[in-house]
């Protein structure tokens, strides 16, 4: 198991209240040995004028799986973690109904960890993805700035 600080899905819900998360209405959905999964509504809140879900927010899903994973691993509330790099291939649309993220690490360093994100509809049974992002994060002592 790679978590330091090993969480419920319902403590992972009371850190969002006042955060990007409420606002889209993402909802952690699963945890594992080295994996979390978080679900976000494909609505007025995440739709781009066409219709269709906006990018921006599938690099928000994907960012915040990673980013709290990072806080998994090194322990709830002992470090920063924050995003420093990511990028994210869009690969399908989807107008309606949820999408699912998930997260796996690449590489779990001392002070770098590296995220793959997949991202699909949830109502898919099938492995077709809509976003497949990298993400880097930069772990530092929760003391220390995050970013100079």
């Known amino acids: 198991m790679i978590w330091k600080t090993w969480v419920t899905l319902e403590e992972l819900k ?55 994973a990072s806080h998994l691993v090194i322990g709830l509330d002992t470090g920063i973690c924050v995003g420093i790099e990511i990028n994210a291939s869009h690969l399908s649309s989807v107008g309606s109904g949820w999408v699912l993220g998930r997260v796996t690490p690449v590489r ?6 590296v995220w793959d994100i997949k991202i ?16 880097t994060v930069m772990v530092r002592p929760k003391s220390s700035k995050a970013v100079s």
């Open 14 to 68: 009371l850190r969002n209240p006042g955060t990007i998360h409420e606002a889209l209405g993402i909802e952690f959905t699963a945890i594992g040995e080295d994996y979390l999964e978080a679900q976000m509504p494909v609505d007025a809140r995440t739709r781009q004028p066409a219709g269709i879900l906006h990018g921006g927010a599938s690099v928000v899903l994907a960012e915040s799986l990673g980013s709290i």
């Open 108 to 113: 779990l360093g001392r002070t770098l960890h």
């Open 120 to 135: 699909r509809e949830q109502s898919s049974q099938e492995n077709k993805y809509t976003c497949m992002s990298r993400l």
